[in-house]
């Protein structure tokens, strides 16, 4: 009596990778029956909603057997009866995909028209943080004053992130920012950014002073992404000391 029977290691998986970058997945096929058999393999490519999506319309990752990326999603393979063979699939990740959110595919196996087993994998890209800047660059201030630094960040990376902001200054001064915990998702291209201002109070005019007419102060403005403890964004910004005539 012929026994068919086969089965897919791993039974599930996740991969990470990156993004726009061909990637192997490979697959065990078991043929677990008794008699050499070639089996039928199918490729489900599934949006975040677990339905079945087009790999060339709508599908955030695009699976296929073929190695030069064009759509292949069924092929048969032999096996012997007892034997392993190895499934390749070619895993192209878009630039659509985040970090924070489980894309999935489905390898199926079956025999004339039965399926016997089938493989979910997982795929993540990639975590790429990018904070970019919207603000002026230069300010002006007398001593003793408080220069408010409107900043809008835009997410250009790949997943959401929860930041502080802060201002790295120069001794006896102070900053502080109105917000904090800022939740920035990934800019869709039509976002307007979120906005943040950072407050910076120069120390006042006195005996020792080091605050030097038309002197120009540099000051780093970081991003922090609190989740990780990683600066994910950098700018500078400059002061410029005003005179200031007393009678």
């Avoid at 489900?44 to 695009?62: K, R, W």
């Avoid at 999603?73 to 995909?97: C, D």
């Avoid at 595919?105 to 790429?128: H, M, Q, Y």
Wanted: net charge negative; charged share 15%; aromatic share 4%.
């Amino acid at each position: 009596t012929e026994l068919v029977s086969a089965d897919l290691s791993p039974a599930n998986a996740t991969a990470v990778l990156d993004r726009m970058a061909q990637s192997t997945i490979m697959i065990l096929l078991n043929n677990s029956g008794n008699s050499n058999k070639t089996f039928d393999l199918e490729i489900y490519n599934l949006n975040q909603e677990g339905e079945v999506c087009d790999p060339l319309i709508d599908c955030i990752i695009q699976v296929t057997f073929a190695e030069d990326s064009t759509v292949q999603l069924s092929k048969t393979q032999t096996v012997a009866p007892g034997s392993q063979a190895i499934v390749r699939t070619y895993v192209l990740v878009g630039m659509e995909a985040r970090a924070d959110r489980e894309n999935k595919f489905e390898l199926a196996v079956s025999s004339n028209g039965t399926e016997l087993d089938r493989s979910g994998i997982v795929v993540k890209a990639n975590p790429f943080h990018l904070i970019n800047f919207q603000m002026n660059a230069e300010y002006t201030a007398i001593p003793g004053a408080t220069v408010r630094v409107p900043i809008t960040l835009l997410n250009n990376g790949n997943l959401l992130e929860v930041v502080n902001v802060t201002a790295l200054i120069p001794d006896n001064w102070n900053m502080s920012v109105n917000d904090s915990n800022i939740a920035i998702e990934p800019s869709s291209g039509t976002d307007q950014g979120v906005g943040v201002e950072v407050s910076i109070t120069l120390p006042p005019l006195e005996p020792g002073s080091i605050l030097a007419a038309d002197e120009i102060i540099e000051i780093t403005i970081q991003v922090l992404n609190i989740t990780d403890n990683m600066v994910i964004g950098t700018t500078n910004i400059t002061v410029t000391i005003l005179p200031v005539f007393a009678l």
